[in-house]
């Protein structure tokens, strides 16, 4: 178990904005939905997630970055896949915290919303976004091609899973299992010390 101060110090180096922007928009929505007294309905909720998604796999790429030490951080005693996934838990709990929030503020009240779904499903989304800018990021090592990917996977879920995937909570697992296998790569990855430095000679 890492001391509070290894946690805290791996969040700095994440930004403050990759932590507080996925929660900070998520804030936002959830005020201005109960603040206007707006009853947005089902498809309302599932866009509160889906901007609270977008935010946080941008927020993924940002704490990944490019590490300017990686030859420093290859030394270590501490692996530096455990470094990277030490930088994407505050990410990931700020996120998933603000987008259920969120979700659960655009779902209340109103019947067909569902929000025990509306939160299922954005926090599958978030975590298959924060996934998907990890693996980005890692695998091209830079934050143009992690933030691509993103975008994709985004455009994707929206556009063609939403639509061929039936329920809610089908959706969700989806997403967790999609999250899970880009996590893997993105671990695997991590491990080629090989790979990585040779990324970081190109492109240093």
Same mark, same amino acid.
């Given at each position: 178990m890492a001391?509070? !101060?290894?946690?805290?110090?791996? /969040?700095?180096?994440?930004?403050?904005?990759?932590?507080? /922007?996925?929660?900070?928009? /998520? +804030?936002?929505?959830?005020?201005?939905?109960?603040? =206007?007294?707006?009853?947005?309905?089902?498809? !309302?909720? &599932? *866009?509160? !997630?889906? $901007?609270v998604a977008l935010a946080a796999g941008m927020a993924a790429v940002a704490a990944v970055g490019r590490e300017?030490?990686?030859?420093?951080?290859?030394?270590?005693?501490?692996?530096y896949r +455990?470094? +990277?996934? &030490?930088?994407?838990?505050? $990410? =990931?709990?700020?996120?998933l915290a603000g987008g259920a929030a969120a979700a659960a503020a655009a779902?209340?009240?109103?019947p067909r919303?569902?929000?025990?779904?509306?939160?299922? !499903?954005?926090? *599958?989304?978030?975590?298959?976004?924060i996934g998907a800018g990890a693996w980005g990021a890692i695998r091209t090592g830079s /934050? =143009? *091609?992690?933030?691509?990917? $993103?975008?994709? $996977?985004?455009?994707a879920k929206l556009f063609l899973l939403d639509r061929l995937a039936g329920p809610p909570a089908l959706q969700a697992v989806l997403s967790g299992a999609g999250a899970a296998l880009l996590v893997c790569l993105a671990v695997r990855r991590l491990g080629d010390t090989e790979a990585l430095m040779e990324k970081g000679r190109r492109d240093g």
């Open positions: 001391e509070p !101060g290894v946690w805290a110090y791996e /969040a700095g180096r994440a930004g403050p904005a990759a932590i507080a /922007a996925p929660a900070g928009i /998520a +804030v936002l929505i959830a005020a201005a939905t109960a603040g =206007a007294g707006i009853d947005p309905g089902p498809l !309302g909720a &599932r *866009g509160a !997630g889906a $901007v300017h030490a990686l030859e420093l951080q290859l030394t270590l005693p501490v692996s +455990v470094t +990277v996934l &030490r930088r994407l838990a505050p $990410v =990931a709990v700020a996120a779902a209340a009240g109103h919303a569902g929000p025990a779904e509306a939160v299922l !499903g954005a926090c *599958g989304f978030i975590l298959l976004m /934050a =143009a *091609g992690g933030s691509s990917l $993103v975008l994709g $996977v985004w455009a």
